[in-house]
């Protein structure tokens, strides 16, 4: 399930990219940090700014603890790397280039996706009643999450058409007895956007564990409430809760 991606291109690199690589790879940090890591498998990616085209994802092999900008490789739609370096160096997982560049070609209003193959997240992911709107942090998604049909492993490039069909306009996703996907405008979006649905499917597993019924507010209620976390000051909120969960890192300064 790898993917060696051919150089093209000698190292060039704009402050933006640089600015990118750097959260990107605090972002899979502190994935690491939440315990939200399959070993080296599962992925980030980040577009990369005037380069459409272009996104970031990790060389295969480099543990989420250890990422660091040199870390990100920069492949284009084809899975391309666009920058010069050895194999090794530009060894990517040909499962998540499929989920990841199909989104990546499709959204162009999506800067950042995240993938996960957590416990809370696949058990989630194999009921058949999905999310349920039982929590604050699920009624985030209520009516504004996509569900895709486990295809086996996601190395069929036919499948990116079925992955985007099935996200749509939404910023989540959940893979059906595979993981959680999600994506933001930026990477501390996507940041926010993963931390709630993954503790979202957390307080699901706990609340069904319990040998009692559960509590579903009202439609309304539920609607009202995913209304209000589409404020107009959310972009700024998700800057502020990246920035300070960047602090729990040691030797990363917000």
């Not at 059906?176 to 996907?181: D, E, I, K, S, V």
């Not at 319990?210 to 404020?231: G, M, N, Y």
Request: hydrophobic residues 35%; glycine residues 6%; contains cysteine.
């Amino acid at each position: 399930m790898e993917h060696h991606s051919d150089s093209s291109t000698t190292l060039q690199r704009s402050d933006e990219e640089m600015r990118v690589r750097r959260d990107l790879s605090v972002l899979y940090r502190l994935i690491a940090h939440f315990r939200m890591t399959d070993l080296i498998d599962t992925h980030i990616s980040a577009r990369v700014p005037g380069h459409e085209e272009h996104f970031l994802i990790n060389r295969y092999g480099v543990i989420f603890e250890r990422m660091t900008p040199d870390d990100l490789v920069k492949v284009d739609i084809d899975g391309t790397c666009v920058e010069s370096g050895n194999e090794e160096k530009t060894r990517i997982n040909a499962a998540g280039f499929t989920i990841h560049s199909a989104i990546h070609e499709a959204r162009h209003d999506v800067g950042c996706v995240v993938h996960t193959h957590t416990a809370d997240g696949i058990a989630v992911a194999c009921q058949k009643e999905g999310l349920l709107p039982i929590s604050q942090h699920a009624l985030r998604y209520y009516n504004r999450i996509g569900y895709h049909p486990y295809e086996g492993i996601a190395l069929d490039l036919d499948e990116r058409k079925r992955l985007v069909r099935n996200l749509g306009q939404h910023s989540a996703m959940i893979l059906r007895n595979h993981g959680l996907l999600v994506t933001g405008a930026s990477v501390a979006e996507a940041f926010v956007n993963i931390h709630f649905l993954e503790r979202a499917c957390q307080a699901q597993v706990r609340a069904m564990s319990c040998s009692s019924d559960l509590v579903f507010p009202p439609p309304e209620v539920c609607e009202r409430t995913a209304r209000q976390f589409e404020r107009p000051g959310g972009p700024a909120y998700c800057e502020r809760a990246f920035r300070a969960a960047q602090q729990l890192l040691p030797g990363w300064s917000a």
